[in-house]
């Protein structure tokens, strides 16, 4: 079974830049969740889609950050513009569905250094 | 809000040597608690799930325990070999405040295990 994928791996932006990110959950996953991990510290929940609708954004700097999730499936995470501070590893997420049960695959991540 | 401490930040031992890694909460009204491990440069991999109403899992040298009531779990790693070496990541659903599939985690404990 194919695994979360994230693209790009890397990317390396000037502050007030914007960038994209892509994510491809696993076949059949309708619930989808968008991380930040900045170094140090532990992943930060940013968003989380059930389907294409949103469930929880309430970490979502949302005069910067814009997520959707057209169809239900692939997913983008835009940062416009983006601060130093934006600098992080962006971790996509898959599951089955929502609810504890349900356990949360990761993707590679995207590394974002903002300068 | 729910936070998450993880105890030691970091951990060197010598191959063979059993440890443990700590995990505390502060709001005992979680669905789950899981553990991941995180490679440098690699997403996330669950390693064990336990849900609110049990109290321990295992899989293969790895034992996980969850005491709710006082907002712990600890992770057991037996004969720890090199190839164990990596940041492992505790991470809990739920709280007041979370939705049941939401994941707030701990910093990590990094753990190197040497020859």
């Known amino acids: 079974e194919a695994g979360v994928a994230q693209s790009p791996r890397y990317k390396i932006i000037e502050k007030r830049q914007s960038v994209a990110f892509w994510c491809n959950p696993i076949?059949?996953?309708?619930?989808l969740y968008w991380y930040q991990q900045i170094l140090g510290q532990g992943p930060k929940l940013l968003i989380q889609?059930?389907?294409?609708?949103?469930?929880?954004d309430s970490q979502l700097p949302k005069d910067r950050f814009s997520a959707e999730r057209l169809k239900g499936v692939d997913s983008t995470l835009k940062i416009q513009p983006a601060k130093l501070e934006d600098s992080a590893v962006y971790l996509c997420?898959?599951?089955?569905?929502?609810?504890?049960?349900?356990?949360?695959?990761f993707g590679p991540g995207t590394r974002l250094t903002v300068t | 809000k729910q936070e998450v401490t993880q105890i030691p930040a970091a951990l060197s031992v010598p191959e063979g040597e059993n440890l443990v890694l700590n995990c505390s909460f502060t709001?005992?009204?979680?669905?789950?608690l899981q553990w991941f491990r995180q490679d440098p440069g690699k997403g996330l991999t669950s390693l064990l799930l336990?849900?609110?109403?049990?109290r321990e899992q295992t899989s293969g040298r790895l034992n996980a325990s969850l005491d709710k009531s006082s907002g712990r779990s600890t992770l057991y790693i037996a004969a720890s070999q090199p190839g164990d070496s990596a940041t492992y990541l505790c991470?809990?659903?739920?709280?007041?405040?979370?939705?049941?599939?939401?994941?707030?985690f701990g910093t990590g404990t990094r753990l190197q295990v040497t020859l």
């Open positions: 997420a898959s599951s089955f569905s929502e609810g504890a049960s349900y356990e949360q695959y």
């Open positions: 076949s059949g996953h309708a619930t």
């Open positions: 889609f059930q389907n294409n609708g949103v469930v929880d």
């Open positions: 709001d005992s009204a979680i669905y789950n």
């Open positions: 336990i849900q609110s109403s049990q």
């Open positions: 991470a809990v659903s739920g709280g007041i405040t979370g939705t049941a599939s939401k994941l707030t």
